[in-house]
C-alpha cells in the first residue's frame, strides 16, 4: 500500500518511503475496501517476481511462474519473516531484505505476496505484487 523508496540496496532492511514498515492489505477485488471478515487473518509468504509481471489478471499457476529463482550457489533472494500474518487484512513487513541481485529478465523486480494455502476458507483469494522497483548492490550504497 505504500510506495518504495528510490534506491533499494542487497543487504538492507526493505522499507517504503520514510523509513516506515510495508504494509499489505487483502482488499476486496470488486471495491478496493479492505476486508476484515473471516479469513482476512492468515499467514502470507513473501516472495521475489520479475519485474516485467505486468498481466493484470493472472492464474496462480501464471504468478507462482513469475517467482525469481536464485542464481545457482547464492541462496534464497529473501531473508528474514518471509512468512507473516493478515490480521483483520492488514500486515508488515518489518524483517526482511533482498540478498541477491538476480540477473532476472529485467533490472526491476516486484515483491509478491501469497496465501500459504490450507484446507481451510481462502482458497479463492488472489495473489497481490507490488510496483517493481529496482535493487543495486549494497557496494554502490552512498557513490550515487
Given at each position: 500500500?505504500?510506495?518504495?523508496?528510490?534506491r533499494?540496496?542487497?543487504?538492507s532492511?526493505?522499507?517504503?518511503e520514510?523509513?516506515e514498515?510495508l504494509?499489505?492489505?487483502?482488499?476486496d477485488?470488486?471495491?478496493?475496501h479492505?476486508?476484515?471478515?473471516e479469513g482476512?487473518s492468515r499467514?502470507?509468504?513473501?516472495?521475489?517476481?520479475?519485474g516485467?509481471?505486468?498481466?493484470?489478471?493472472?492464474?496462480?499457476e501464471?504468478f507462482?511462474?513469475q517467482?525469481?529463482?536464485?542464481?545457482?550457489?547464492?541462496?534464497?533472494?529473501l531473508k528474514?519473516?518471509?512468512?507473516?500474518t493478515l490480521?483483520?487484512?492488514v500486515?508488515?513487513?518489518?524483517?526482511m531484505?533482498?540478498?541477491?541481485?538476480?540477473?532476472?529478465?529485467?533490472?526491476q523486480?516486484?515483491?509478491?505476496?501469497k496465501i500459504v494455502?490450507?484446507?481451510?476458507i481462502?482458497?479463492?483469494?488472489?495473489?497481490?505484487?507490488?510496483?517493481?522497483?529496482?535493487?543495486?548492490?549494497?557496494?554502490v550504497?552512498?557513490?550515487?
Amino acid at each position: 500500500m505504500n510506495n518504495f523508496p528510490q534506491r533499494n540496496y542487497t543487504q538492507s532492511r526493505i522499507k517504503a518511503e520514510g523509513g516506515e514498515p510495508l504494509r499489505i492489505e487483502l482488499r476486496d477485488a470488486e471495491n478496493q475496501h479492505l476486508v476484515r471478515d473471516e479469513g482476512s487473518s492468515r499467514k502470507i509468504q513473501i516472495c521475489v517476481l520479475h519485474g516485467d509481471f505486468r498481466k493484470e489478471d493472472w492464474t496462480s499457476e501464471e504468478f507462482d511462474k513469475q517467482i525469481v529463482i536464485p542464481r545457482e550457489g547464492k541462496g534464497p533472494l529473501l531473508k528474514g519473516d518471509t512468512v507473516i500474518t493478515l490480521k483483520d487484512g492488514v500486515a508488515y513487513i518489518n524483517n526482511m531484505e533482498i540478498t541477491d541481485i538476480s540477473k532476472g529478465r529485467t533490472k526491476q523486480v516486484r515483491l509478491g505476496a501469497k496465501i500459504v494455502r490450507s484446507n481451510s476458507i481462502g482458497s479463492d483469494i488472489r495473489e497481490g505484487r507490488s510496483e517493481p522497483f529496482r535493487v543495486w548492490h549494497y557496494r554502490v550504497k552512498g557513490k550515487y
